[in-house]
């Protein structure tokens, strides 16, 4: 049998206007997070929480550990005297409005679902951001993916390889077939750690991070696939 396994932000769904490194945008997301709550926030609150975001930011702060769902934004709620959850959802939100969709992502994965190929999806998360903001991003996507899995729900983040290494064991794929599509280094250097192939997809083709193959649209990977 044969698995792929897709990489989410930049890979399946890209976030318009949103940088990797999302602390320019923590001000306005707080602010949205509050709306509603009948609470403000005070510069010093404001700093406070903004502190404990990049203390978890791994774009400034890279980690392998990965934290608990919930664990980050919870806490910065709680600064406020608000719903916990609530500001964590309103929180995500914000960047979530941002989200579409891979334009072949669909299309890609009804040609491997025929071929009876298993796909999943495997992605770190940010700010411990539970699953289920995942498969929100994901919308039409998610019904036909064999299994969604976050770095929180693996407990480590990449390139460490145990993500990829848990859903081959899971689906009994030997290495050699299965295939990790990412756009980033650290998802091609968690896949040959992994044993298994990495795909890097990205629109600049002279991009070299180790990858066993290089692809612009989600659509050519059956051809290295099939």
């Given amino acids: 049998m044969t698995l792929v396994i897709f990489d989410l932000g930049e890979t399946l769904v890209s976030y318009s206007g949103i940088a990797l ?3 320019k945008h923590y001000s306005a997301a707080i602010s949205q997070a509050l709306e509603g709550s009948g609470k403000s926030a005070t510069p010093h609150d404001m700093e406070r ?3 404990i ?3 978890f930011n791994t774009r400034l702060n890279p980690r392998v550990i990965e934290v608990n769902e919930g664990e980050v934004l919870q806490r910065a709620g709680k600064l406020f005297g608000v719903d916990e959850v609530a500001f964590e959802r309103q929180f995500f939100a914000y960047f979530q409005r941002k989200a ?4 072949t992502a669909l299309e890609t994965l009804l040609t491997l679902k025929a071929a009876h190929v298993h ?3 495997l992605s770190d998360v940010p700010y411990g951001m539970p699953r289920e903001f995942m498969i929100d991003d994901l919308g039409p996507l998610a019904p036909h993916f064999d299994a969604i899995v976050s770095s929180c729900d693996i407990g480590t983040r990449k390139p ?3 993500g990829i290494l848990t859903l081959i064991n899971q689906f009994k794929c030997a290495p050699e077939k299965a295939y990790y599509i990412g756009n980033e280094e650290k998802d091609m250097i968690c896949a040959a750690e992994a044993g298994i192939n990495p795909v890097l997809i990205s629109p600049v083709t002279t991009r070299n991070y180790g990858q066993a193959h290089s692809i612009q649209t989600l659509s050519e990977i059956a051809h290295h696939v099939l």
Avoid: K, Y
Wanted: aromatic letters at 6%; proline letters at 11%; a negative charge.
């Fill in 21 to 23: 490194n999302w602390s």
């Fill in 49 to 51: 929480a903004m502190s």
């Fill in 53 to 55: 975001l990049e203390a």
């Fill in 100 to 103: 579409t969709i891979e334009p």
């Fill in 119 to 121: 796909t999943a999806v």
């Fill in 160 to 162: 460490h390889p145990r």
